[in-house]
C-alpha cells in the first residue's frame, strides 16, 4: 500500500520541513504552511 501522507513538505514561511497534515493558511488560502505557524497565525 502507498500513501502519502507521510510526504514532507517545506513551510514557505519558515521553511522548515514537516509531515503533518497542514493547515490553509488564514492570510492566502492557496499555501500550506506547516502546523507551527498555522498555529500562530490563529492566535
Ligand atoms: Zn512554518
Redesign the pocket.
Known amino acids: 500500500m502507498n500513501t502519502d501522507k507521510n510526504e514532507q513538505k517545506v513551510?514557505p514561511?519558515?521553511?522548515?520541513t514537516?509531515t503533518e497534515v497542514p493547515p490553509l493558511s488564514r492570510k492566502d488560502n492557496t499555501i500550506l504552511?506547516?502546523p507551527?505557524?498555522g498555529t500562530r497565525e490563529a492566535l
Open positions: 513551510c514561511i519558515c521553511g522548515k514537516y504552511i506547516c507551527d505557524c
